[in-house]
Structures are given as C-alpha cells and as structure tokens.
C-alpha cells in the first residue's frame, strides 16, 4: 500500500488534470445527449479515480490516530456513492485534491543551495607541530590551541587569532561586507573568509562544525528541516471540524435509524466551499504576490506576517543597493578630468567593487595604461605615457609617496561620511586626487520603512558587520529605531532569539549568506532576490526585485489575503449550519443541498478572486 500511495501522491498533478478532463466530458455529455449513462458512468470514474489518493492518506492519518479532513472527504466521497450521487463524489474528490496540489506546489522548496553552502566550508588546514613541521589535517581533526600556517590565496579553515604575520581577508562569506579587512597578530580570524594577501599563522579556537561557518550552514538545514514539517492550515482546522461532523452523522443515524439521512449529513457536512476555500485564497494571494515579483512560500507565512511587530534588517544590500558608486573626487593636484580619464582606464581592468566603481565613471579621453601590477591588498601601479601612477588605498601612498597634513585631514573627513577611500598619485607628485566612494541608500528606502511603521510595525531595527560609523551614517536618513553595529552572523540571531524570548515577533530581512542564520532564527525571513541562493532558499519570503516597497506591499498583501481566507471560512461554516437547519426542519433535500453546494463554491472563488487585484506599490 506504502508504494501504491507513494505513487499516487508524485502524480496527484497528473490526476488532477485526467479529473479534470473527466469531468469537461461528462459535463458534455449531459447536455449534448439526452441519455443520462455516459454522465454517470463518467462522474463516477472521475469519483473512484480521485478517491483513491484521498482515501490512502485517509488511512495512514487513523493509523496515527488522527482524523484528517482526508478521513471526512473519504467517508463523504464513499456515502455519495452509496446514495448514487456520482456527480457530487466526483466534484469534492476534484475540488480537494486542486487545492492539494496548489497548496504543495507553493510550500515545495529544494535543498541545492545547502549542498553549494556545505562546498564552501573549509576541509583541510596545513598543521604546524611543535617542531615546525607541516603536514595536511583534515578540520575535522583540528583541536583549539593547533596552530594553522594560511597563504596568499587560501580559505581561512579554522575560527582563531592571528599569532604571526599580517594579512588581508576578504570577509564577505561572514560579514557580508565587500571590502577588505587588514588584520595584524592578535585579531580574529573566521573559517570560510579568503586571505587575499599575506601569510599568517593562526591559533586555533574552533574548527570543522563549531566555526562561525559551520554555524551557519548548521542553522541553515535546521531551518530547512522545520519548515518542511510545517502542517497545512486547514489540515489544523480540520482536527476540530472532521470530528464534529463524524460525530453528528453518527448520531443522526442512531437516533433516526436512517442510513440515508446519515449519509446525507455527512455530504453535506463537507461543503467544496470549505475544501476549496482556504486553497483559493492562497492561490489568489500567492499568484498577485508573484505577479508584482513578491514569492510567498505558503500560506503560514502570510499568517505569521499579520502578527510582525518588529523588523530588523541587514544593511549591505538590503537598505542599501549593495554595489558602491563614486560620492567624490576631490583633486589636491592636476586637471580633474584628466586624472578621472586615467583612473578609469586603470581601474576597468579590476574586479573589485571599489575599482568597478570609478571604471564606471563618464570619461573624456582613453588613455591605454601598461605594465599594470597589483599590490595585494593595497591598489594598483599602472604606466600611463611617460608616468607611472599608484591608484589604490591610503597605505599604498603613504608607503611609496609619504603623506601631508591636507591628505590625512580629507581622508579623516571622507571616512567619517561612511566612505571607503581610493587614492590616486602619480609618482612624480605632480597629479593627486581622492576617491570617496559608498554604497547607496535604496532610493525608495525611506518611504518604504515609513510606510511599515504606518501599517503597525511598532520596531524597525538595522543588524549589520559594518562599522558603527557607517552604519549609524546610513541609519540617520531613515526611520531606524536602533542600530546594532558590528555583528556577526551568529550574533544576529542571537539579538533575535532574544527579542522573542521579549515577547516580539520578529522579521529580518536579508541577502547573503551571512545572514542566512538571522533569517532561520526570525518569524518571518524575508530575502532579497539579488542576494544568494541559500538566503533565498531560507526565506520564508523572497523579494525578487530587490525592491523595499515590495516588502510594504508583501504586509499588505497578506494580511488581505488572510482576511480573504477567514471570509472563505466563515462562508464554509454558514453554510454547513444553514444546511443542517434546513436538512432537519425539511427544507433542504439532496439536490437543493448540492445547489447550495454549488453556489458557496462560486462565492467564495468570486470572494478569492478580489485578491487578485494589484496593490500599489507607491
């Protein structure tokens, strides 16, 4: 039986379009041929064929002593049969398994960004023992106290302090900042980051699962794993609904001595309106939120959102646009244009974030430099013409040109603005010039969180690795009620564990990997689409266009389409109590039952369809 429902349940989608076909015939036989039996026998495949699955999953609910809806469609689907209404067996049989697969089709999510997280992590460290000797270790095998040798161009593969050397490290994979951090002996070094320039040796403090990596990616399954046990909506309803209604039929036939009767109660005990209600609605919200870019995975979601009062969110990528631009050039020697041709033509040739920032500068003249070398971690020596020119951080030009009073005090000025400087200097003196360069506010940012706080949100809290100078810069311009500043990833979802140990429901809205341990901690994780597949694949919501008024127009969305759901179910209950008074004083029969039937169906799908309209964004 295990198989046969195993088989069943992965072609439910195949089934629901065969019943769907089934029942487009039938309907075209009855009015097409007076004859009565190509319906029947018709509707009544359409029945045992969309009872089966049902009825399976029936059974393995009582094997755990739960009664599932699945248990009073079955009984209805198998009374409707008995009494020889073909037709209403096999339109709930239909009606319940489109809102199966439409509810699972939403909450299905896939586990390939976890396997590319879990291929990042480190696997092996170079050992130093006390004699000096190196040898290969597997991390897993690496204890605190062991010291690790790390060169130009390695993976960090432990969490420890540097005890040697001095190195520069891309920290993006934990901060999520893309700039890179100079550190000396005695500062802290995390598994996962890249040593872009330099060689160290590092003490150990943690290494293999207890990193601040391995948190991560550990936080991450653990999110994934809870969320795919998370029980349908009106599966939980049903837990009090699917008794009563059994109960009812039951003692209507005891007392009545009526078989008939008792069927009857249970068909109509089980309206479409309450099998396709909470589904349509889903499908409705869902749909308008995919179509303006916003990808809610379930339904729960939206409920948990109606009740967020607190929203923290990342800085890098999420408040702001994530990709830095030229704020300045304050030119201290030579021709501004001239110096801005040159830096571009040098800087075009990097990657960089700062460097992509000046190469994207509008330029007058191309000028082609030569013998073009990087200095890890500092900038870059290019020949242009006759000159030689350095284009790359304060220590570069200090180191090679020396400094002066007027460069130390622009530099202190631009940095407490939240800027990231790149200077440029041509060796003989002649030409100099300072690059202030920032990541932006998002453009609609502060309407946006204006907008939250006007829809209920009582706290709007920035979390961010950034320095407390920038991020208390960039926090200034917008409604933020606090600012947490050089956080990391673990130390973020700490901050929110302890906000709902407050009392708080909490949202954090987030991009990168980093912040992949705050999004599985929070009542709501929101991802932004231009961040990474594992965000995404954490998120309970992704934000596909990178945009912060969506995320005002996700709040409304669902707390509409959670009022529209509760109207859907009321209108199911009225109707349940409306036929049963009518079946008991005499009014009600069958076939005016089934019509009742009918028309709650139309209702709450008309009811469902005002979701479908567009929120504004604005």
């Not at 009073?72 to 009374?79: F, K, M, N, T």
């Not at 204006?450 to 810069?473: P, S």
Request: a negative charge; aromatic letters at 4%.
């Amino acid at each position: 039986m295990v198989k046969v429902q195993r088989f069943l349940t992965e072609q439910r989608q195949a089934l629901v379009i065969g019943l769907t076909v089934l029942l487009i015939l039938a309907e075209a036989f009855r009015f097409i041929s007076s004859n009565n039996l190509m319906y029947q026998i018709l509707m009544a495949t359409a029945g045992v064929i969309g009872l089966l699955p049902i009825l399976f999953t029936a059974i393995s609910s009582l094997e755990v002593r739960l009664i599932s809806i699945d248990v009073l469609v079955s009984i209805a689907v198998i009374g409707a049969f008995i009494i020889g209404e073909y037709n209403e067996a096999a339109i709930v049989t239909w009606l319940f398994m489109v809102g199966e697969v439409l509810e699972n089709a939403t909450l299905r999510k896939t586990r390939s960004a976890i396997k590319q997280l879990t291929e990042l992590a480190p696997r092996t460290a170079v050992v130093i023992d006390e004699d000096g000797n190196t040898s290969d270790e597997d991390v897993d095998f690496i204890d605190p106290g062991d010291m690790v040798l790390i060169k130009t161009g390695n993976q960090v593969p432990v969490d420890g302090t540097i005890k040697t050397g001095t190195a520069v490290l891309n920290e993006a994979s934990i901060t999520g900042e893309s700039r890179l951090v100079k550190k000396h002996p005695g500062d802290a070094v995390f598994a996962g980051t890249i040593l872009e320039n330099g060689t160290v040796t590092v003490n150990t403090t943690a290494a293999g699962e207890d990193t601040t990596f391995g948190k991560i990616i550990e936080l991450v399954e653990e999110a994934q794993d809870s969320q795919t046990k998370t029980q349908r909506f009106i599966d939980r309803f049903a837990r009090y609904y699917t008794p009563v209604v059994l109960l009812v039929a039951i003692m209507v036939g005891l007392i009545t001595r009526d078989v008939r009767l008792a069927i009857t109660v249970m068909v109509l005990g089980c309206p479409g309106a309450l099998v396709i209600g909470v589904p349509a609605s889903t499908v409705a919200g869902i749909g308008n939120g995919a179509r303006q870019g916003i990808l809610f995975k379930g339904s729960d979601v939206m409920d948990r959102m109606k009740h967020i009062d607190t929203i923290a969110f990342d800085k890098t990528g999420t408040l702001t646009v994530g990709k830095p631009v030229v704020t300045s050039v304050n030119v201290l020697n030579g021709d501004r244009q001239t110096i801005i041709d040159q830096a571009v033509a040098v800087e075009q040739r990097s990657d960089h974030p700062l460097a992509q920032a000046i190469g994207k500068l509008d330029r007058k003249h191309d000028y082609q430099p030569t013998d073009i070398q990087t200095i890890k971690g500092q900038g870059i020596r290019a020949q242009i013409g006759e000159g030689e020119y350095l284009l790359g951080n304060p220590t570069l030009i200090k180191d090679l040109l020396g400094t002066s009073s007027t460069l130390d005090q622009l530099i202190d000025q631009l940095t407490s603005d939240g800027n990231s400087i790149v200077i440029f200097a041509s060796m003989d003196h002649h030409e100099l010039a300072i690059f202030g360069i920032k990541d932006q506010l998002r453009s609609q940012a502060q309407s946006a969180l204006r907008q939250l706080k006007a829809l209920g949100v009582k706290r709007l809290i920035m979390l961010t690795g950034d320095n407390e100078g920038t991020a208390h810069q960039i926090a200034a311009n917008l409604p933020i009620d606090e600012v947490h500043a050089a956080m990391l990833p673990q130390g973020k979802a700490d901050y929110l564990k302890q906000q709902q140990a407050d009392g708080h429901r909490i949202a954090f809205i987030g991009d990168g990997i980093n912040d992949s341990p705050a999004l599985s901690a929070a009542d709501v994780a929101v991802a932004m689409g231009s961040g990474t597949d594992v965000a995404m694949d954490v998120a309970d919501l992704v934000l596909v266009k990178s945009d912060l008024n969506s995320l005002v127009t996700s709040f409304r969305l669902a707390r509409r389409t959670i009022t529209n759901m509760n109207e859907n179910i009321l209108i199911a209950l009225l109707t349940v109590v409306l036929l049963f008074i009518g079946l008991f004083v005499g009014y009600i029969e069958m076939a005016s039952g089934m019509l009742i039937h009918e028309l709650s169906i139309l209702i709450v799908i008309l009811n469902s369809m005002r979701l479908m309209k567009r929120i504004s964004q604005n």
